[in-house]
């Protein structure tokens, strides 16, 4: 697999934008996106045969990170980069001293709770009515990872 992980820089913001708009039906907008780059951020992002296909971005704060954003292009999803790209996350937070990890996930993203706990995190909290978008509202399931061995 021709693969490379790379830190996405502010000239990248348009392509990852295009490629959030492409996974999700509620995107980010380009503002939060690109609010979402500087020091206390960990981004990280993939590419394929030399096209972006992927990103994450989250937050670092002493022993901890929330993963606030993980994203596979539509086209290249259900081929094992989203769990390559959550790996690279856990390793990069973890190098940088990281012991904890925290995140929201739909209710409804059975996928992506799938690989979660396949990677060790467990299920601790709901927020109900978390994600929201106009009439559209969906509970968050808290999920949190304790060590990287878990």
Same mark, same amino acid.
């Given at each position: ?8 820089? &502010? ?19 380009? *503002? ?5 780059? @500087?020091?206390?951020?960990?981004? @990280?992002?993939? &590419? ?5 296909? @992927? ?10 990170? +929330? ?11 259900? *081929? ?33 709770? +799938?690989?979660?706990? &396949? ?32």
């Amino acid at each position: 697999m021709n693969i490379e992980f790379f830190v996405p820089e &502010k000239s990248d913001i348009q392509s990852l934008y295009e490629i959030e708009c492409r996974a999700h039906a509620y995107p980010w907008s380009h *503002h939060l996106l690109s609010s979402n780059f @500087g020091q206390r951020y960990v981004n @990280g992002a993939i &590419k394929h045969q030399q096209q972006v296909i @992927g990103f994450y971005i989250a937050d670092l704060l002493l022993d901890e990170s +929330t993963l606030m954003n993980i994203c596979i292009d539509p086209r290249w999803q259900r *081929h094992g980069f989203g769990q390559l790209l959550l790996e690279h996350y856990l390793q990069q937070t973890a190098e940088r001293g990281c012991m904890q990890w925290w995140l929201e996930v739909r209710a409804s993203n059975i996928a992506a709770q +799938t690989l979660y706990e &396949k990677k060790g995190f467990h299920q601790v909290g709901v927020r109900k009515n978390y994600y929201q978008n106009g009439n559209v509202s969906e509970d968050a399931f808290v999920m949190h990872k304790y060590g990287i061995d878990d």
